[in-house]
């Protein structure tokens, strides 16, 4: 079935360091991609989203390529501040309609300054 | 973005006892609710889809009858572990969603069984 794989955590930066976590996908049809983050005692809040290959989803200065011949979404982030610690999640809807989300097991990203 | 409310935010139950877990849309009208689970460092499972006014769609290997959703209105849906047990501990998240739109997600619920 549909799966994602996001790189463990934590991951520990200095503030105004380059941030990627990875995250490649397992997918039989056409998904649409995401990434969540939770802030500490907080729900899941979509970052950003992108619905086909070499689409671009950007926020807050968070970006990701949807990358259908590596099966990748990559997040990446020039500069990170101390507020961006989180938790971040790689996310795939596959399509159908069903609006189900299937999710990876969640990256922790801690920046110190 | 619209607001999720999930009710309580931590419990803790005695085994054998049942609980009641609370997913509020509170700006919006969510045809549809997710519930999902999520153990220590891993991903969040989904366990079920429910729609308002009809019976949830369980994923393949959770207990129906153990982990009761009612859907009963367009803003709430409620999840019920009955019988709970120490395995049953975890931390349990709830969305919500218009028809093909962004899920919102509640904060989640420490479920912890002693």
């Known amino acids: 079935g549909d799966s994602v794989t996001q790189m463990e955590g934590p991951v520990t930066l200095s503030e105004e360091a380059f941030l990627t976590i990875n995250c490649t996908y397992t997918?039989?049809?056409?998904?649409?991609l995401f990434w969540y983050v939770q802030y500490p005692g907080e729900g899941l809040q979509l970052l950003l989203k992108?619905?086909?290959?070499?689409d671009k989803g950007s926020n807050k200065g968070f970006e990701a390529t949807y990358r259908k011949e590596t099966t990748s979404f990559h997040l990446e982030k020039g500069s990170v501040q101390v507020s961006d610690s989180a938790v971040y999640f790689c996310a795939l809807s596959d399509g159908s309609g069903t609006d189900k989300l299937i999710f990876g097991t969640g990256t922790r990203l801690q920046v110190f300054p | 973005g619209a607001v999720v409310s999930q009710h309580p935010s931590w419990v803790i139950c005695k085994s054998g006892t049942s609980v009641k877990i609370e997913c509020r849309s509170l700006?919006?009208?969510?045809?549809?609710m997710f519930w999902y689970r999520q153990f220590p460092k891993q991903s969040l499972m989904l366990m079920a889809t429910?729609?308002?006014?009809?019976?949830?769609?369980?994923e393949q290997g959770v207990e129906k009858d153990k982990f009761l959703i009612n859907h009963a209105s367009l803003t709430l849906s409620t999840l019920t572990v009955t019988s709970a047990h120490p395995e049953d501990s975890s931390f349990y998240i709830c969305?919500?969603?218009?028809?093909?739109?962004?899920?919102?997600f509640g904060q989640g619920t420490r479920l912890t069984v002693v």
């Open positions: 429910s729609n308002e006014g009809s019976k949830a769609t369980y």
């Open positions: 992108a619905t086909k290959a070499d």
């Open positions: 700006d919006f009208q969510a045809t549809t």
């Open positions: 997918a039989t049809g056409y998904p649409s």
């Open positions: 969305s919500a969603a218009l028809r093909n739109t962004e899920a919102f």
